[in-house]
């Protein structure tokens, strides 16, 4: 659905090789592939254009092709290993698109199919939130479940030192004191498209804002760990009761 504050390309980046859990854009989760709740995610936000799966592997594309998403071409194998960037793909396809197409969004939308809990009010608020900064770039953060000032390190001898210098003051804080800190969860990256190609990044200093979302909807799957977490609060958020879960 083209909108009136400007086109925007969602791009969903799914590399076949994965070391960690092998084939896991479109290992199941709850009765669909991983990759669909990222589609469905774009589908339903009102502010995607456009919805293209970046792959070099057939299997994902079919896949990403039944669920009405677009892979009009497959990533070349130089830009598919594992030393290869998101961002020159990114850059390969916007390019492709424009040559191709004459096609030029004025946004691209990054959404990681590991990031199933992504909702679509998730890109509408964070398309909401960058026209109402007037900001360049939005990124999506979740708040640390553990502080940096409690973070250690252990040295050779096993000895603890600590991660960061912390302040004086810190030192006698209780924890629910400490100021608060977020870290990219991976969810979403939001960027003028022109920012992007001058910049190499979707994260450009003082252009970008972050967009606050709940542990619940920050589960990046990386591990079979992180897919049952998943499927647990995916369970939970419609309603389904799960034996043990409570």
């Known amino acids: 659905m ?8 969602a791009v969903i980046p ?9 084939g896991k854009n479109i290992i ?10 990222t589609i469905k995610a774009a589908q ?19 896949t990403a092709k039944q669920f009405n998403a677009e892979v009009p071409w497959l990533r070349p194998p130089e830009l598919a290993d594992d030393a290869s960037s998101v961002i020159d793909a990114v850059k390969y396809d916007v390019t492709r698109f424009r040559d ?9 939308l990054l959404l990681q199919p590991t990031s199933p809990l992504r909702t679509d009010k998730d890109i509408d608020g964070a398309f909401a939130l960058l026209k109402e900064k ?5 990124v999506s953060v979740a708040e640390c479940r553990t502080h940096p000032y409690i973070m250690k390190v252990l040295d ?15 030192r006698k804080m209780n924890r629910q004191n400490f100021p608060q800190v977020h870290a990219l969860n991976g969810a979403l990256y939001l960027i003028k498209t022109e920012l992007f190609l001058r910049n190499e990044t979707f994260l450009v200093p003082d252009a970008t804002v972050g967009y606050e979302m709940p542990p619940e909807r920050s589960v990046d799957i990386d591990t079979e760990f992180d897919l049952i977490t998943a499927s647990v609060f995916m ?4 309603g389904i009761k799960r034996e043990g879960v409570r």
């Open 100 to 108: 191709t197409e004459n096609y030029n969004p004025e946004y691209i």
């Open 28 to 37: 199941p989760l709850n009765g669909k592939p991983l990759i669909y709740w």
């Open 2 to 9: 083209e909108n009136e504050n400007g086109k925007i390309l």
């Open 134 to 138: 007037n900001a360049g770039a939005v």
């Open 44 to 62: 339903d936000a009102l502010c995607v254009d456009r919805i293209f799966v970046s792959t070099d592997d057939r299997r994902i594309a079919d």
């Open 235 to 238: 369970s939970g958020r419609n």
């Open 156 to 170: 050779a001898g096993k000895k603890v030192h600590d991660f960061m210098e912390i302040p004086l003051d810190a």
């Open 14 to 22: 799914a590399r076949g090789g994965s070391k960690g859990l092998p």
